[in-house]
């Protein structure tokens, strides 16, 4: 079989055999891979005049709902992922963690995407700025879509989620995608680019693929263009180091594998809770695809006094381990993804073995697998005799089944050796002792992209040391390559560009179609409460009639809401406070100003769903009068759902001013309103 490329909205399979890929169990041949043929210039061309405009003319809803078609289509069809993957040295569970994680990125993005984001194409970042004096000039951060390729370059360990993780960003951006896998895994995300395809939901130009070589790919990235990298950093290195990149400006983000620590806490006993925790997840990053993941922990640091019970505790894990083929009953552990990569991780465990000493190398139980024909690598523990002076533990990663022990003596020492390794993707601390936790953020934040804290509180909930989550963010500092990907919606910026936008507030809000302070507001033709989300325009506004207020006001709200606080009850108390004399109560306020906009009748407005941004400005005092302004700042639709009234969202900015018009709170409510049927 030859693995096929995908280029302008077509499949191509190339002229020549290319390389050969082989099942990392057996050896037979599976596929060949080449990339000969393809005209790169002609496929950035056709992402950038075809894929980009029609993702750019999309909203950020719509672009969320395409996700979710997307991971629904994988979802729906993963078990296709998981036999290709078996092919990759990848068990069951190492399939999961790659498909699953891989379809559960998209769908997170999807529902963020949904609940975080506009139904617009452009992105407010931040709050307004006033410029002047008078307010007339202002200033406002916006994120639009970048007008150019995402090309993704991939390594062989995770071949769906290392792809649907970036996709998942640069889609909801509004950026087409070039994606490149490597090749000894490429058959699989080959699989998954088809199946993704098949969902019809992708517009043309958004996706390409190219299976094999890049060929003169880079000579034809452009100043719009982003190029993000998975992998060695030494290839990360010459990647990034491409003329045309830094001609053009060119972003560039890398995420590189690196030496992970995890750490036993000096308070943690053997046989506590938290002992077991940390002898799991370090057995786990050993295990999970063979150790072949960028987030495995590689140096784990042990006071020592527990080396010999923590050494002790891990060889039995890998006694206990059947490995062998995958899918075979009761295998947990595949081989490495092919014989190059047994013979690269067998050099680093050389070098380690040079300066470090080797506790354990051994398969344990060797299940329905032949050692010489597949690429089966032993579990090895090493232990670094004298980890503050020899280098090569923070130096050389083995990227396998390896792991080495560092002991220390006390936490100056640990923190000293964690940093030895000059940046890494992700490390992981075992302690009951939260002040432990607090110095290792100090100590080490700075040279990490994650910390995991786990303890007998949160072990049971953990999603584990090597799993990084959507929500979070990806990368690390240092040899990690000091990229940055996902965390939640910080993943979108590497695809858009930041404007700073000036004018008049009115003029801002026009480009926003979000109501900014100090812009035109017009008087809504009928009470806003009586109107549909589809009658309601942004900069609709209701002032309501006064209300003044009285002592008999503070006292029965006090009475109501058991709020006895001496500055609205004691006379005496409150004359010697910062406010003087007796103030109401703000919730009151907020009541007050409620009463005074709201429309008792039923109508459209269906419930009140949220309140935000309070800000008591000044106090109010009994005599003084309060009025209230309901203006539209934004409204958000939302996605109908069978047998329920289409509906929205409409964010309303409330003003309360006094009888001497200074603003005394500010607030935005949320309301879900009917929209025309």
């Given at each position: ?10 499949w ?9 890929v ?40 719509q ?26 040295g990848?068990?069951?569970t ?12 998209l769908?997170?993005?999807?529902s ?37 390729v ?58 390409q ?45 890398m ?26 997840e ?24 527990r ?28 081989p ?22 080797v ?14 024909r ?35 003596d ?18 992981s601390v ?14 080490t934040?700075?040279?990490?992209g ?11 909930d ?6 990084p ?37 009115t ?22 409460f ?33 709020d ?8 005496v ?12 109560h ?7 100003a ?20 309070l ?12 009025r209230?302004k ?20 409409v ?27």
């Open positions: 079989m030859r693995v096929r490329s995908y280029a302008t909205d077509a191509h399979t190339s002229s020549d055999e290319g390389r050969p082989h099942d990392a169990t057996s050896g037979e041949l599976v596929a060949t891979v080449s990339s000969t043929g393809l005209d790169f210039a002609r496929m950035l061309a056709h992402a950038r005049r075809v894929g980009g405009p029609t993702l750019r003319g999309m909203t950020f809803h672009r969320a709902a395409m996700l979710k078609g997307v991971a629904k289509a994988l979802s729906d069809r993963k078990q296709e992922l998981y036999e290709a993957s078996f092919t990759t990848a068990t069951k190492d399939a999961w963690v790659d498909v699953d994680g891989g379809f559960g990125a769908f997170v993005y999807a963020k995407g949904r609940r975080e984001l506009p139904d617009d194409l452009l992105l407010l970042d931040g709050d307004l700025e006033r410029l002047s004096k008078s307010g007339a000039f202002a200033g406002h951060h916006v994120q639009v879509s970048r007008q150019g995402a090309v993704h370059i991939n390594a062989f360990n995770f071949p769906v989620w290392g792809m649907t993780e970036k996709l998942a960003c640069t889609w909801l951006a509004g950026m087409p995608a070039v994606v490149k896998p490597a090749s000894a895994t490429s058959h699989v995300t080959a699989k998954a680019v088809e199946i993704m395809l098949d969902a019809g939901v992708l517009p043309p130009g958004a996706l693929l190219v299976c094999g070589g890049v060929g003169d790919l880079f000579d034809h990235l452009r100043d719009q263009d982003v190029v993000t990298f998975t992998g060695s950093a030494v290839t990360g290195r010459k990647l990034k180091a491409h003329p045309g990149l830094a001609e053009h400006g060119v972003r560039f983000n995420e590189a594998d690196s030496l992970n620590f995890s750490m036993l806490g000096p308070d943690v006993q053997p046989g506590s809770a938290t002992f077991d925790a940390f002898v799991r370090v057995s786990n990053e050993m295990r999970i695809k063979t150790g072949q993941r960028c987030t495995a922990i590689r140096r784990t640091l042990v006071p020592r006094t080396l010999d019970e923590v050494a002790d505790a891990l060889k039995a894990v890998f006694e206990a381990t059947p490995v062998g083929r995958p899918g075979a009953q009761g295998v947990k552990m595949g490495l993804v092919g014989l190059d990569q047994r013979a690269e991780v067998q050099r680093a465990v050389d070098a380690l073995a040079a300066e470090n000493t506790l354990y190398g051994s398969y344990g139980q060797l299940v329905d697998a032949d050692p010489e597949g690429a089966f690598f032993p579990f090895t523990l090493l232990r670094a005799d004298d980890p503050l002076n020899h280098r090569t533990v923070h130096e050389v990663e083995a990227f396998g089944p390896v792991n080495t022990l560092l002991p220390y006390d936490l100056d020492t640990a923190w000293e050796l964690i940093r030895m390794g000059r940046g890494s993707l992700v490390g075992m302690t009951d002792d939260d002040a432990v936790a607090r110095q290792a953020v100090l100590q934040a700075a040279y990490h994650r910390l995991m804290f786990l303890n007998a509180d949160s072990q049971a953990s999603t584990g040391h090597g799993s989550m959507p929500h979070l963010v990806h990368g690390g500092p240092g040899r990690a390559g000091g990229g940055e990907e996902m965390g939640g919606m910080r993943g979108l910026s590497l695809y858009m560009q930041r404007t700073a936008v000036q004018g008049s507030p003029t801002l809000t026009s480009v926003a179609r979000t109501w900014l302070p100090g812009a035109a507001r017009h008087e809504a033709p009928k009470h806003p009586r109107m549909t989300f589809d009658e309601i325009a942004v900069g609709d506004t209701l002032t309501t009639h006064r209300r003044t207020v009285t002592e008999a006001d503070v006292t029965n709200f006090a009475g109501i809401s058991g006895f606080f001496y500055a609205h009850m004691d006379d108390a409150a004359r010697e406070s910062i406010f003087e004399r007796r103030v109401a703000g919730y009151f306020v907020l009541s007050a409620a009463g005074l906009f709201v429309d008792p009748g039923v109508g459209p407005v269906l419930a009140n769903y949220g309140l935000e941004n800000r008591f400005v000044q106090p109010v005092y009994p005599g003084d009068t309060i209230a309901l203006t539209c700042k934004r409204r958000i639709a939302k996605a109908p759902r069978p047998d329920e009234r289409p509906q929205g969202v964010e309303w900015h409330v003003d309360v001013e006094n009888q001497d018009e200074a603003l005394v709170a500010t607030y935005t409510i949320l309301t879900l309103v009917a929209r025309d049927a």
